[in-house]
């Protein structure tokens, strides 16, 4: 008669709800990380992979100084485009939440539906703007002018493209953030005595951090892992540590470096991840929680 | 609004205004072009203007965007369906009933968002091939398109669900509706937009991913990976018509949105004047 | 309790309720009658919710017994205990009209879809509901979505009709007329009807019994006007109506009543059950059984009454009373309530505050 028999005192409605997805996480991306954890410590030969547990891929990584620029380049690149992407989301996510009216979420959808088109197409139509045959340099060209060579195959191209990726995550998440925030707290603050500037720094940055932190991570993340944009648009000086990595899975066969590469890359976004973390006072941004 | 009397605050605005306008030229004067140059007879420099619909013919023709286009759909509306099932389930898992570990399982579900798709293509290629032995297949392909679809998902349907009140389930159920009837009748009537919302994204996440499902298929097509090799290998004026149509598409659902708004059939979540 | 009297609607038996470490409910033992409006009167916190959600089956007790009707229903499902709920947000589906929501309990129990139109106009008739049948819930004022929440609860003529604060988010004036409209359906329908309110005029307005809860148990059980004029603790005393307190020490006992010192004050009360001399005592007094004269006029006070002396501080009308607000010497101070007909006092005015010797509660500490 009463419920609370031992099977029942266990699967609750709690666990029939959560556990189907943490099982599938469990199976189709901590598994596989794991696996990738292992391989690192093993060694490829002849594209085939052998189980001897061995730190030589890691030695190769941080021995050879191609490797060390790739990931440095790579890690350059994903803060500097992090950063100029929270500059230029930070107005537009503000002006969209704070004066489009009833047309707010139709702004916000229209910056990020080049989304919805694949990455691979966004960049082709970038290439058709920047690339040496592109309007740009042909313009420059028929006019008589020379080409501007900054924007042909370069790491500056590349930042360009990743901007133009990644932007739109980075305005979503602060304004998701925004649309939630009070302004009335800035009258307050102003009836206080707080200027714009100092009413902005002192209420609105602090309390929508969390939302621009999250949009800084979901910029720098794909950024550490580019491989498409730097290939397209970087030329051979661009060599992304994204593109070192696929080469590993691809071309030269050699899963065990790769796999190496792929923990490194890891660590890295965690790394971002946990500084990021760490920057959030849960008590001091406004949070209150979810549920009961 | 009462600022507009205030001309410092209309003086700071008008800068913001700009930056949006200019944020929207640069994502999308690429796109325009490519349309403009997918008319073209000559893509590489499309000017004076001479125009054909040559390319779209090519496009329709080719039975190897078909195929692409076949497993794109497939891809997107299986990982659509599991991400949006599995994200709803668990949102309603942690609001409702509240548990010790309900921080533990949002870490879980949101942490694919923190992961690159490289990694989680090449990880599950490594745990595929290696592991289980298994070839690329779809299934593992729309499993692994997913694993980001849930966490995005996640955070779609957690957003909303927030403000919704469970004890109106409560309610249902003392005046005799069983759990199933009561999800059916009251819950999901009220949940559905955010639910469509968390398809949407997850459907189209999956249909136009390139790293994942390209490590998980091998040589199976899907529409990115097809527009990847004609990238590599020299741009087909198929490819700047397929990116023309993708865009149109989208923007006629923003189109047929705009209207709604207009007209004041539809709010879209805005609640003020 | 083997065998069930049939006029006994619903009975708890030794309810408990923990969550986790903290106990909710402790040991309630409770029969309600078939033509009963019973109210569970209680602070915030003091478990009367969580006993009405282990009645409509929204929580299992820890232990004890449910009965309805004389049937077992401590771990029956909600769906299947057939009792009427009002919500305290009303909590009306928002995507269907005002008769779907009505008619939802209906359709869930499967009743004929002519029985079910049948039984509507009754509701919507006898809730005053004309007219909007084809509403949605936020085209309705506050005070029509409480009746469209009551007839959802009543349709089904359920064995039993649970309302959790009903009345809490509607105006005041609103507020007292649904009092006695619940109340007069409650007497026409003659369902008995559980109502938990924080709100002792509430309580005191439509219900035929109270049951003052805190901290998981029950104060007190019994009649409204026993509740208000001889409550069984000094919560209790504290919480049913305005009163003031008074603590000090027994001098001597005297067969009815007791003579104790309040802060140097000589005072005749009431006795306390087993108060002796020398415990420590607290007496208290509702304001309107306390009067204020001016002090020149000290010999119309009566012959076996308490008086101090005083000055009055305030008066604040409330209307259909007053409330004379007087400093005691020694900083303390004494509320005493009238009519505001028979106001020929002034503010800073010397008054006495007097009360019979019978009148009051004392409890020993």
């Known amino acids: 008669m009463k419920p609370d028999s031992t099977w029942r005192a266990f699967i609750t409605p709690f666990v029939l709800l959560t556990g189907p997805g943490t099982i599938f996480i469990s199976i189709t991306l901590l598994l596989p990380l794991l696996t990738i954890v292992m391989f690192s410590f093993w060694r490829t030969e002849s594209y085939e992979l052998y189980a001897d547990w061995n730190l030589d891929n890691y030695r190769v990584l941080f021995g050879e100084a191609a490797y060390r620029t790739f990931l440095i380049r790579s890690v350059v690149s994903a803060a500097l485009t992090s950063f100029i992407c929270l500059v230029l989301a930070w107005p537009v996510a503000y002006y969209i939440a704070r004066h489009g009216g009833r047309y707010r979420l139709l702004l916000v959808l229209l910056l990020a539906a080049p989304f919805f088109t694949g990455v691979i197409l966004r960049i082709a139509a970038l290439q ?39 932007i739109p995550f980075m305005v979503t998440a602060i304004y998701l953030s925004l649309v939630n925030f009070d302004f009335a707290l800035l009258d307050t603050a102003k009836i206080n005595g707080a200027g714009p500037f100092r009413a902005f720094a002192e209420v609105t940055w602090p309390l929508n951090w969390i939302g621009t932190s999250i949009g800084t991570v979901l910029v720098f993340i794909p ?70 | ?161 927030v403000r919704y009140d469970w004890q109106m389930d409560e309610a249902a159920m003392v005046f005799g509706a069983r759990p199933a009837r009561c999800f059916w009748e009251v819950t999901l009537p009220t949940i559905w937009p955010s639910l469509l919302g968390a398809f949407l994204i997850s459907f189209i996440l999956a249909f136009n991913n390139l790293e994942i499902s390209f490590y998980n298929l091998g040589a199976i097509p899907t529409l990115p990976s097809v527009a990847w090799g004609s990238l590599r290998f020299g741009l087909g004026p198929e490819l700047f018509a397929l990116a023309a149509l993708t865009n149109g598409f989208v923007f006629l659902i923003f189109a047929v949105m705009y209207v709604l708004m207009r007209t004041g059939l539809v709010k879209f979540g805005y609640r003020g004047k | 309790m083997s065998t069930h009297d049939d006029t006994v609607s619903l009975s708890l038996q030794d309810i408990c309720k923990q969550f986790g470490p903290v106990k909710a409910v402790e040991g309630v033992n409770l029969d309600i009658r078939q033509d009963e409006f019973f109210a569970l009167l209680g602070p915030s916190g003091s478990g009367k919710t969580t006993l009405l959600r282990i009645i409509a089956g929204l929580e299992h007790p820890t232990s004890g017994r449910v009965m309805v009707g004389g049937h077992d229903v401590t771990y029956m499902p909600p769906y299947h205990r057939r009792i009427g709920m009002v919500f305290q947000n009303f909590l009306l589906f928002p995507h269907k009209t005002v008769a779907e929501n009505i008619v939802f309990p209906l359709r869930m129990q499967n009743i004929a879809k002519a029985q079910r139109g049948e039984r509507l106009s009754w509701a ?159 007496f208290m007094i509702k304001h309107e059984d306390v009067q204020v004269e001016i002090a020149s006029t000290k010999s119309t006070i009566p012959a076996n009454h308490n008086h101090i002396p005083g ?55």
């Not at chain 2, 729309?142 to 694993?147: E, K, L, Q, R, T």
């Open chain 1, 128 to 166: 058709g703007i920047l690339g040496p045959g592109g309007l740009i340099n042909m313009t420059l060209g028929l006019a008589g002018f020379a080409p501007i060579k900054l924007l042909m195959y370069t790491q500056f191209a590349a930042t360009i493209g990743h901007i133009y990726l990644y």
């Open chain 1, 223 to 292: 950024c550490l892992a580019s491989t498409i944009t730097p290939r397209f648009l970087g030329g051979p000086n661009a060599t992304s540590f994204g593109m070192s990595l696929s080469q590993q899975f691809g071309e030269t066969g050699t899963w065990a470096l790769g796999s190496a590469m792929s923990v490194v890359m890891f660590i890295f976004s965690f790394l971002v991840i946990a500084v990021m973390s760490l920057t959030i006072d849960l008590r001091r941004s406004g949070f209150t929680g979810v549920g009961k």
């Open chain 2, 1 to 161: 609004m009462i600022d507009l009397t205030d001309r410092s605050e209309r003086w700071r605005r008008r800068p913001m205004a700009g930056l949006l306008n200019l944020l929207y030229v640069f994502l999308y004067a690429p796109i325009l072009y490519v349309i403009y140059a997918s008319f073209s007879q000559d893509i590489v420099w499309p000017f004076p203007p001479a125009f054909t619909s040559q390319a779209y013919a090519d496009l329709v023709s080719n039975s190897l965007y078909s195929d692409a286009l076949f497993n794109s759909l497939i891809i997107g509306l299986g990982s659509g369906i599991i991400s949006t099932a599995i994200a709803t389930a668990g949102v309603i898992g942690i609001l409702r009933y509240p548990s010790k570990r309900r921080t533990l399982i949002i870490v879980i579900f949101l942490s694919p968002l923190f992961v690159a798709e490289l990694l989680i293509g090449i990880s599950s290629l490594a745990f595929n091939a290696r592991i289980l032995g298994l070839p690329g297949n779809m299934v593992s392909a729309i499993a692994a398109n997913a694993v980001e679809g849930v966490a995005f998902s996640f955070l779609i349907i957690l957003s909303q669900l």
């Open chain 3, 124 to 282: 919507i008739h006898l809730l005053r509901l004309e007219g909007l049948e084809a509403r949605y819930p936020h085209e309705l004022s506050g005070g029509q979505q409480q009746r469209v929440s009551l007839a959802r609860g009543l349709i089904s003529r359920p064995a039993l009709l649970l309302l959790d604060e009903p009345l809490a988010n509607l105006d005041r004036e609103l507020r007292a007329e649904m009092e006695i409209e619940i109340r007069r359906y409650q007497k026409e329908l003659k369902i008995p009807f559980i109502y938990v309110t924080h709100n002792q005029e509430e309580a005191l307005t439509m219900s035929d019994r109270i049951a003052v809860m805190r901290n998981g148990i029950f104060e007190q059980v019994g009649h409204r006007t026993e509740v208000y004029q001889k409550p069984a603790t000094a919560f209790v005393a504290g919480f049913v109506g305005q009163s003031n307190q008074m603590k000090g020490k027994v001098d001597t006992v005297n067969g009815g009543l007791l003579a104790f010192t309040w802060k140097g004050t000589k005072l005749v009360v009431p006795h306390a059950g087993n108060a002796k001399a020398g415990d420590p005592l607290r």
């Open chain 3, 311 to 365: 000055k009055l501080r305030d008066i604040i009308f409330k209307g259909q009373t007053v409330n004379y607000l007087i400093d005691l010497e020694g900083g303390m101070e004494i509320v005493a309530s009238g009519s505001p007909r028979d106001m020929k006092l002034s503010v800073g005015d010397l008054v006495f505050a007097f009360w019979p010797q019978e009148a009051g509660t004392s409890f020993k500490l």
